[in-house]
């Protein structure tokens, strides 16, 4: 069975800085795919960026790129420029290329952003 | 454009009560998915449609039921409410189960109570 992860329960960040959060899953699959997820205190699961296990380049979307490291299973997310709207609880999810959206999520970090 | 709706919004129940959270997307997506949300947990999938007229069991099934009504909703039931069954339920659809691009979108969410 597959399981994520994430051992940083709590990280904080000063604004404008950047942070990195860290997530590590186990699978003996070899095509599969990777979220994070943003969850702000409304409690609405947003998807921040994902990524293709058959794809070598680490995706990027805005402030937000990920260190995909297939081998060593391990899929961190960065955010640069940290703003105050950052603040919020992330998750690492998994997903089986052919399950459908059965998500695996990890425990979540809950990143805080000082002013 | 409302996406993913949950009905009711907070819950309190006594053991042994049941109840029905409601779910609807407008989305014209096939697959819709409810999650669970524990403290220090991710999300737990709990039963999953991947499209109308069928529904499967998820990581965590037992004392719940689902029915996928017609495409727009897709309820989950508790007979007989339990105090483990006190947590944070999350409604999901995507538009085709398992496609390369799936993407979920999540309703906000029901916090519910067993007392």
């Known amino acids: 069975a597959q399981t994520v992860t994430q051992s940083q329960p709590e990280m904080s960040v000063q604004e404008a800085e950047t942070v990195t959060l860290s997530c590590t899953y186990d699978?003996?699959?070899?095509?599969?795919?990777l979220f994070w997820y943003k969850q702000p205190p409304s409690r609405q699961m947003i998807l921040v960026i994902r990524?293709?296990?058959?794809?070598?380049q680490n995706a990027t979307e805005n402030r937000f790129s990920v260190n995909f490291q297939k081998a060593a299973k391990s899929f961190s997310l960065k955010i640069s420029d940290s703003q105050l709207g950052d603040a919020a609880m992330y998750f690492c999810?998994?997903?089986?290329?052919?399950?459908?959206?059965?998500?695996?999520f990890g425990q979540g970090t809950e990143l805080s952003v000082k002013p | 454009n409302a996406g993913v709706t949950q009905t009711p919004k907070f819950q309190v129940l006594k053991t042994g009560q049941s109840m029905t959270l409601q779910c609807a997307q407008d989305?014209?997506?096939?697959?819709m998915y409810w999650y669970r949300q524990d403290p220090g947990m991710g999300l737990r999938l709990i039963y999953y449609?991947?499209?109308?007229?069928?529904?499967d069991k998820g990581e965590v099934p037992n004392g719940y039921n689902v029915s996928r009504l017609n495409k727009r909703e897709f309820s989950l039931r508790l007979e007989s409410a339990a105090p483990s069954q006190t947590s944070v339920y999350f409604c999901?659809?995507?538009?085709?189960?398992?496609?390369?691009?799936?993407?979920?979108?999540f309703g906000s969410g029901t916090q519910l109570s067993v007392l």
């Open positions: 999901a659809s995507s538009e085709y189960y398992g496609g390369v691009g799936e993407k979920l979108f």
């Open positions: 449609s991947a499209s109308e007229g069928t529904t």
């Open positions: 699978t003996s699959e070899s095509d599969y795919y």
């Open positions: 989305m014209n997506h096939n697959s």
């Open positions: 999810a998994y997903r089986s290329t052919y399950q459908g959206g059965k998500l695996i």
């Open positions: 990524q293709e296990a058959y794809k070598q």
